[in-house]
Each structure stands twice: as C-alpha cells, then as structure tokens.
C-alpha cells in the first residue's frame, strides 16, 4: 500500500512569484507519481506524471515536478504564477501493478495580483 | 459527450433515505473508478470495475454501499440509509486501461452530496 502526505493545505502566492508545492509519498515498491488539478467548479485534470526515465517532469502551462526516490518526494514547482493558476492540487501515487490511485489531502493555491 | 458526465451534480437526502449516483464513463473507456472526497480529506478510492466486473471493491466503507456497471459503460453508486458521515463529493473517473501507468484517468464533476 502506498500514501501520500502533501505538507501543504493552504499556498497564497502573488502572481508572477514562484511556488512550490511538496509531496512526500511512502511505498515498499516502486510507483508512479502524479499531479492532478481542481479548478473552481471543475473536475480533477491530470496536469503531469512521472513513469519512468528522466526524474524532471513539465507539463504544458509551466509547472515541473521531478522525482527523488532517496527522499520519496515529487514536489511541484512554477517559476511564475498566474491568477490562473488558482486551484487545487492533488499528488498521487499507485505502484507499477495496483490500478489504484492514493491522494493526498490537496493543497489549494490562491494567486493575488 | 466527450467526457465523463455524473448526475446529479448535487444531492441533499435525509437521513435514513436510499440515494442512487450516475456515472457516465468517456465512450470505450473499460476500466472505471469511484472515489470520495470528503471535506478536508484527499480522494478515497471505493471501487474499481474492469468492464462489467468488479475486481476490487476494497474501498467501499461499509454494507450500505453497492456499485454495478451494465453494458461495459454507465455506473451507479448506491448508498442505502445514508449517514451524514456520507456527505462527501463523489468522483468517477474512466481510463483506456487498467494500469494507470499507461494510460490516464479522466474524472468527472463529481456528485456532491448532502445528508440532513
């Protein structure tokens, strides 16, 4: 079984600052690793994920994550938010042969101008 | 459509009644999942169904919970003598696949529900 421990419930950040959202995760085997997005009023989107091969990880509107597998952790980082970037963000984590996903609590974001 | 559509988007029952949540997985997609998210918490997987089957139904909390998928496609949650510990929003998410190393899962709005 894995879980998922995300340090952060609440992450106000004005905009064009960086942020970084942690997520430490803890399996007996190996996993993949995910980032979801909750926008306001909308469903959960996968916004990036880690298989396999490079540890450093981009989506298509900024953010990066990269695994370390010494320190169980996939945080995710922008070097400059928008107001859009509001949201929720949900890590995940399921092993190489389990269908299921475990998430962590959320952390949500709140861009100011 | 062409995502995953849930109805109703928000349910308020009273205590003790039965209540019946809908699913509606991206077309093809084999593999389903529901999960809850309840205030304050992350998503707690329920159940899993590979097309009509249900391999793992490790998640659902107690007795009064019951899934079925008919047709490879649309899903419904039951809940019999709901509790207020039910209220929680409840997602369903669909894939190509089972492994969700290959392929991703796409969720819907979920159902919000409310138990008075």
């Known amino acids: 079984a894995q879980s998922v421990t995300q340090l952060d419930s609440q992450v106000p950040v004005f905009e064009e600052a960086p942020v970084e959202l942690r997520c430490n995760y803890s399996?007996?085997?190996?996993?993949?690793l995910f980032w979801y997005v909750q926008y306001p009023n909308q469903g959960l989107q996968l916004l990036l994920k880690y298989l396999s091969g490079s540890t450093l990880v981009k989506s298509i509107n900024g953010f990066e994550a990269e695994f370390n597998k010494s320190q169980t952790s996939f945080h995710l980082r922008k070097p400059s938010v928008h107001i859009s970037d509001t949201a929720e963000y949900f890590c995940?984590?399921?092993?190489?042969?389990?269908?299921?996903?475990?998430f962590g609590a959320g952390t949500t974001v709140t861009v100011r101008a | 459509g062409a995502g995953v559509s849930q109805s109703p988007s928000n349910k308020v029952t009273e205590k003790g009644k039965d209540v019946e949540l809908r699913c509606d997985p991206i077309s093809g997609h084999t593999a389903l999942y529901w999960y809850r998210q309840s205030l304050g918490q992350g998503l707690e997987f329920l159940i899993y169904f590979q097309g009509n089957s249900a391999p793992d139904k490790s998640g659902l909390p107690s007795d009064r919970f019951s899934a079925e998928r008919t047709g490879g496609s649309v899903s419904t949650l039951t809940i019999q003598r709901t509790q207020q510990e039910d209220s929680a929003v409840y997602l369903c998410?669909?894939?190509?696949?089972?492994?969700?190393?290959?392929?991703?899962?796409?969720f819907g709005q979920g159902t919000r529900l409310t138990v008075v």
């Open positions: 399996s007996s085997v190996s996993v993949y």
């Open positions: 995940a984590v399921s092993d190489h042969v389990d269908y299921k996903l475990s």
């Open positions: 998410a669909s894939s190509l696949a089972h492994q969700t190393g290959n392929t991703e899962a796409f």
